[in-house]
């Protein structure tokens, strides 16, 4: 009962959002992690646009204004903690952040 | 919105009310004491005004929230544990010579999520109180700058968090894209008429992922130590309980909307998480020395024990779900409360070997982490052994053989590692061999390090940790010996939820 396009365009989202994901996991820089979430949610905001045109009400549009606004916010304390982040460490490579171990060296 | 949604939403609006007013009172001027004060009467106004709520209950504040007695009943209890959280920071941060005072508009934005957490009947609200929730969290994880750990754990937490958000979100999208409505109710009963959900299916997939990072169950719990270990205590004490509390709060509405077997497929998949949660968080706890991670893997199991009780999906689970969460309230707050009281000004007392003969040296702060650790593990005439049984009885009711067996060899490991810290803080200080302490691997490695002077060196506990801390000590036992007033309450409170 669903029409085609509907489909389609969830579709994109999902590339979107896989796309995002793939970023995430492969970048080793936290600037690019954030973009990636980033990516990711506005895939999230797509795939609720689409939803919202399929079923003719403004719902889906609600929800990505939401969703926008939160990552704004998300992403103001993601650049406040990566500015801190730099003056402890010289890199932004998440791998150079391991001094939360267990045991004995914390 | 008329005057009678007000009413039902009071303590939601006098706790937003109270961050205004601390921020502006900032504005003003800085003074720690008072903020804190403010913050705290905000906090108990809040729950003082919960009464007149429950006289409109249950209210539906349409489309967003529900005002019934099971979300007063969580929100009471959230609004609480931060009460206890906020008496633990103020002496915390009083050590701390740093910007104190924004934490407070922190608590309360992280509070006032969690209780629309707790209400909410719709998507949106959901998303919102997750995310002001989370995003208050992020900062407090991270507050305390003079730490080299807190911008670690911070960037670590939001990366995380924000990812599962993005799951749980693109979840919502799949599940409203197949029911055209983001309203719990509704959406159960769209999703029962179709033979099968379809999209509803992943998305709700989706969405388990964003809830189950939130709870830090098994595979998503990865979290859950670094954070546990790398912000400060009282924060640790918030993250696991009125963070997780909310969640789980909510998980409960949202499947209760279902009949039992529609939600099959997830019922399924939540179930293999608890399984995983109870096992793993117990096996990976007995590999740690540090008290806070050890804290955080037990606090895993402890999901997955709550998750039996919420697969049973009747009323008695309802009620044995909301008992636990209680009771895990309760201990969880008194061990991470004798922890901060510990702590000084320059470091955590979150070794081992720091809690080594705390008998000898603070024999009621070694007394009440006793009784919370003792509760922990569920041992009778502890608040902690009655929510156990009523779980598995939960479990036994519903016939949930795997879970409640995996539940009880995962109560037999974490015994293991909660009465070996009662051991260690019966051992004395400075052991002149090896054969009175526990011969673990890392015995080395503890016997290298001198423990903290400043815990060597009895102080007064301060006014507001001890009162929070006696009132824990008096519902750790006193709920263990007289389960019976608050069971009927909660009884009465979940009635409405199915």
């Known amino acids: 009962m669903n029409p085609i396009p509907m489909e389609q365009s969830l579709m994109v989202a999902a590339m979107l959002f896989s796309l995002g994901l793939i970023g995430l996991l492969v970048r080793r820089n936290v600037i690019f992690m954030l973009i990636s979430i980033e990516i990711m949610l506005n895939a999230a905001g797509l795939a609720f646009v689409v939803a919202g045109s399929h079923w003719q009400a403004a719902d889906g549009q609600v929800m990505f204004l939401f969703i926008i606004t939160m990552a704004a916010a998300e992403v103001a304390i993601g650049l406040a903690l990566v500015l801190r982040l730099q003056s402890d460490l010289p890199t932004l490579d998440v791998d150079a952040m391991d001094q939360l171990k267990g045991g004995d060296d914390a | 919105m008329n005057t009678t949604d007000l009413i039902a939403l009071s303590p939601l609006l006098i ?124 900062v ?9 750990l807190a911008a670690e754990t911070g960037i670590k937490y939001l990366i995380l968090a924000g990812t599962s958000s993005a799951f749980m979100v693109f979840g919502m999208a799949l599940v409203y894209a197949q029911t055209g409505t983001l309203e719990f109710g509704p959406m159960a009963a769209q999703l029962m008429q ?44 918030f993250v696991a309980t009125v963070s997780k509390g909310a969640m789980f709060a909510l998980l409960l509405r949202f499947f209760a909307a279902f ?97 080594r003969g705390l008998y000898w040296r603070r024999p009621m702060l070694a007394t009440l982490m006793t009784a919370a650790l003792l509760s922990l593990a569920g041992i009778p005439l502890t608040t902690g052994f009655v929510a ?43 052991p002149t061999d090896d054969s009175n302490s526990e011969a673990t691997a890392t015995d080395d490695a503890m016997s290298t390090r001198a423990p903290n002077p400043a815990i060597l060196r009895p102080k007064k506990v301060p006014i507001g940790p001890a009162f929070a801390l006696s009132i824990l000590a008096i519902f750790l036992l006193g709920l263990g010996v007289l389960p019976t007033p608050l069971m009927d ?9 199915r």
Not at chain 2, 141 to 148: M, N
Not at chain 2, 205 to 232: D, I, N
Not at chain 2, 389 to 400: D, I, M, Y
């Open chain 2, 388 to 430: 156990k049984f009523a779980v598995v009885a939960a479990g036994v009711k519903a016939a949930l053989w795997v879970p409640v067996f995996a539940l009880a060899l995962g109560s037999a490991i974490g015994l293991y590692y909660y009465l070996r810290l009662v051991v260690v803080m019966l051992s004395p200080v400075n």
């Open chain 2, 194 to 237: 179709m033979e099968d959900f379809g999209l509803a299916l992943p998305g709700m997939a989706m969405m388990l992922v964003g809830v189950g990072f939130k709870l830090a169950v098994v595979p998503f719990h990865m979290w859950t130590p670094e954070v546990y270990q790398g912000a400060p205590v009282p924060v640790t004490a």
């Open chain 2, 15 to 138: 706790v937003g009310l109270s961050a205004v007013a601390i921020l502006l009172l900032i504005s003003l001027r800085r003074n720690h004491r008072a903020v804190a004060t403010l913050a705290l009467g905000g906090l108990a106004l809040a729950m003082a005004s919960i009464p007149q709520a429950a006289a409109v209950a249950p209210h539906h504040i349409a489309p967003l929230m529900m005002a019934d007695g099971y979300a007063l009943f969580y929100s009471a209890l959230l609004l609480a544990a931060s009460f206890v959280v906020g008496l633990l920071s103020f002496d915390y941060l009083e050590q701390r010579g740093e910007q104190r005072e924004e934490y407070y508009v922190l608590l309360l934005l992280a509070t006032l999520g969690g209780l629309v957490l707790v209400g909410a009947n719709h998507f949106v609200s959901l998303f919102l109180g997750l995310e002001i929730l989370s995003v208050a969290i992020y």
């Open chain 2, 259 to 355: 009949e039992a077997d529609e939600a099959q497929p997830i019922m399924n998949i939540l179930g293999l998480l608890a399984i995983a949660s109870m096992l793993a968080g117990n096996l990976l706890a007995l590999l740690e020395d540090n008290v806070k991670r050890l804290l955080a893997y037990s606090s895993i199991a402890h999901l997955g024990y709550v998750l039996v009780a919420f697969l049973a999906e009747s009323s008695f689970g309802d009620e044995a779900v909301t008992f636990y969460l209680v009771a895990y309230f309760i201990s969880t707050l008194a061990a991470f409360g004798v922890i901060s009281v510990l702590s000084d000004g320059k470091s955590e007392a979150d070794r081992m070997e720091d809690f």
């Open chain 2, 489 to 497: 309450f909660i009884k009465s409170s979940v009635s409405e939820l």
């Open chain 2, 140 to 148: 407090m994880v991270a507050y305390a700058r003079s730490s080299p």
